[in-house]
Nanobody, 115 residues
Framework: QVQLVESGGGLVQPGGSLRLSCAASGTIFGVDSMAWYRQAPGRQRELVAAIISEGSTNYADSVKGRFSISRDNAKKRSYLQMNSLKPEDTAVYYC?????????WGQGTQVTVSS
């Protein structure tokens, strides 16, 4: 059973930056793909960014050029660097990982962009 724990959320002013981290445990060999999703109040959960084991990445159009996803396979971690944050980026951010056909979710971390 894979467990995912997110950290790094918080309150930031518009234009600021945050770095989210997702730590995976319960697996010896790491995970396959990892991704970040977000869900704002009253809205559906949406994909923000994804990275597969080979390192290829995919981003939502709304965050391209501002967010960057990366992973450290040795540490079994994924990171989401968020720059030039906007109020519309406010949401709960969730980490998701896939391993051998199963997927797992973290509990989420709140990101609030406000002056």
């Amino acid at each position: 059973q894979v467990q995912l724990v997110e950290s790094g959320g918080g309150l930031v002013q518009p234009g600021g930056s945050l770095r989210l981290s997702c730590a995976a445990s319960g697996t010896i060999f790491g995970v396959d793909s990892m991704a970040w999703y977000r869900q704002a109040p009253g809205r559906q959960r949406e994909l923000v960014a994804a990275i597969i084991s080979e390192g290829s990445t995919n981003y939502a159009d709304s965050v391209k050029g501002r967010f960057s996803i990366s992973r450290d396979n040795a540490k079994k971690r994924s990171y989401l660097q968020m720059n030039s944050l906007k109020p519309e980026d406010t949401a709960v951010y969730y980490c998701r990982a896939w391993l051998r056909g199963s997927d797992y979710w973290g509990q989420g971390t709140q990101v609030t962009v406000s002056s």
